[in-house]
């Protein structure tokens, strides 16, 4: 591929991750509700789960990350919500599949990890879809850099 431009790719709110994490978290609070437990207990269980709940639909709607820059010489670049950016590392853990990336990283200033999971509805279907042969492409000149470098 070896794009002559950065690829800028906008992040948004991902509804069907959301939808599914709700899903999860109100079948494990259906799960609770069924117990036939003391309801101090009962409470005790609940509450954990709609803190997590609670935590992911914040998330929701403050996301972390805002936008991605896959940039022609193999590097991602991350936009946080403060409009900073930071250089991460893929990871050869990164997932791609046609429906869902899982973007596993490093961002080497902080010292940190970076996991992403990115269904279609993140990046718009063509957006998902550059972003997919990006990074088929940067694994592949990586391959064929640390091949190189072997012989």
Known sequence: MGPSEPLMLPLRPSV??????LLGHLGALAVV???SVVHPLLAGLALPILA???WQLWRFRHPAWVALQAGADGVLCCQKADDSWVEAVVSSQTVVLSWLIVLQGKLPEAQQSLALTLPVDAL???GHRLFRRWLRWRSQAVAEKKSAISL
């Open 124 to 126: 718009g279907a063509e």
């Open 52 to 54: 997590s709940l609670g």
């Open 16 to 21: 069907s991750l959301t939808a599914f994490l």
């Open 33 to 35: 509700g069924t117990l």
